[in-house]
Each structure stands twice: as structure tokens, then as C-alpha cells.
């Protein structure tokens, strides 16, 4: 058996666990985002993946052992070799090899095109591909990204402008610490909540330039001067806290995703703005990164049913993994 699937995939003979938020005995953590995170005997996972999971699940015992870009090693029946996702910090595909020759790519989160805080994915050939295709709905072809930076950064100075104060609202890890290196080198200020502040710092460990001004917490009064990254969460318990409740009306909110294509985003959210910055391939890149792997089989994970179904009209032998699955 190559790879099986239960709500959960696990590939070889070996039963590797992929990406699991239950306890296994070993597993691959592609990223360090909690979707994707668990605690486990044995977690294989690149050196910064192994920095933000200890920061995140705190493990009082764990053992990690470490992946290094392109360098393969055996696990079980299957040869290992993980390539850059493009993602976020530390993110990684993953190539199996089994011992018949196969060579089975999972790709987790991924996205193509390079950001300031994370290079471009690398994906190489295979015979199958498990891919992530969130935006597997041709709503998602999202702007070029050049376009979208210009979106962000106009919607930062009409808020200075009004007199109102810039609130990122972004997950914290990944998405927050590329928007404040883009409206860093664009001139603004930039301050992070506390929790958010702290990934920047195993970003910056790892040479990655974030370019934080302050660290400002729910007690603090924004001084007007900086744009605020906060996550959502957060936000919420500024608007509740005494201290920054006579700002709420000041505060001029900015969601960045690649939801942001979605005409009810804006009003979900309760944002002001909606931009499409996402750290996910888009609909065109799911297309990309079919072509680059060039699969004869390919299983999607996470996104909407009907992409594998328009992957076989156009001849591509595709389906959406359902639990249970086993194939070979
Ligand atoms: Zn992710």
C-alpha cells in the first residue's frame, strides 16, 4: 500500500502519518500551522517547523527530527526528501519514494510565487500527487501580486489620511510577518500584538528579516503613527478593552486573504477592506503545479469537491480523497 487515507493520510507500509493533529507515534508536520500541528512520538519536520512547533504546543517532551532541504533519508520502506512550499516559515513538501519506485508527492499548503518572508515553492516530478487545492474554484484567480502589494499599501494611506489608524488583521504566523516586511520597505511603521511579535522573532533567528517597530499590547494606546498587525482574535479584545475602547472608531480594519475574492468577505469578516494577499497557490497556480509534477494520478485534499472533477474533464486522472481510501 503506497499511501492510505482516513481522514488522516499515512504513506508506505510504515503508516507515516502526514500532518496530523492527533497524537502518532511519528509524523511529517509539513508547517507549523495548527491545522496542521500535533503532538507526537517522533515529528519529522524542517529545523524552523521544529522552532514555531515548540513555540506553539510548548511539548514538554518531544523528539524532533530534523529535514533538510533536498537531502533524502530513509524512513520505514519509503526514501524521504523534502522540498520549500513557499508558505510560510519552514513549510516543506514532502516526496515519498517507495521501495517499488513510486514516487508520491504530498504538498501541504503551498504556494508558487516567492514572498519577502518565504521563497517559492519547489516542486519536483511524480507519479502521484496529494495536493492541497483550497482555491480550487476559478473565483480564486487571484490578482498578480504586484497589483495586490499596491492594493495593501493604498488602503494603509487612505486610513492615515481619514485620520483613522491601519488594523492588519492576519493569522499569526506567516501572513502577519509578510505584511509588515511589505509595508516596512513601503515606509510605515509597523507594530505587532505581543503573539504575533514572537513568531516574527523565530523569523528573524532564522535570518528572515521582518522589519517590526514595536510591540503593542491590548493596555497599550496606538499612537497613531503605526499601522497595527493583529490577529482577529486579538482585535476583538482590543474593542472590549477599556483601555483602546474610545479608538474602535478610529481603527480602520484590513483583512488580508485570498478570501478576499469572495464578494461577502468584507461584511463576514466586518473589515473595511478585503485584499487577496494569500499565502496559498491561487486557482491558476493549482494548474502550474499540476503541469510542473506532471502526475498520472492526483488526490485533492482541502479544497472544493468539484476541482478533481474538472481535473478529469480536462484529462487528468484526479480524485477527492474520502475517507477511508487505499490505493495500492
Ligand atoms: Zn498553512
Known sequence: MDFYWDNNLFLGKCRLAVDSTRTRQAAFCSHAHADHLGRHGI????????ALARHRLKPKRAIFRLLHWCESFDWGDLRLTIYPAGHCLGSAVLLAETAAGRRILYTGDFKL????????????????LIMESTFGDPRYRLPPRQTVID?????VRTAFERGQIPVIEAYALGKSQEVTRLLSDAGFAVDQAPEIAAISTIYEQFGVRVGLRNIITTQDIPDGNAVLVVSPRTFRHMETCGTSAPDVLRFF?????GW???PQTVRRLGVDRAIPLSDHADYAELWTAIEQVSPQE?????GPFDFAGTLRQAGWNATTLEPPTARR
Open 260 to 262: 478576499a475574492n469572495h
Open 113 to 128: 510565487t516567492p514572498s519577502l518572508t518565504a521563497g517559492a515553492a519547489q516542486l519536483p516530478r511524480a507519479d502521484v
Open 43 to 50: 515529528t519529522l519536520c524542517t529545523p524552523e517547523t521544529e
Open 151 to 155: 492594493q495593501l499599501v493604498s488602503a
Open 298 to 302: 492526483i488526490y485533492c485534499t482541502h
Open 253 to 257: 480594519r484590513i483583512a488580508v486573504t
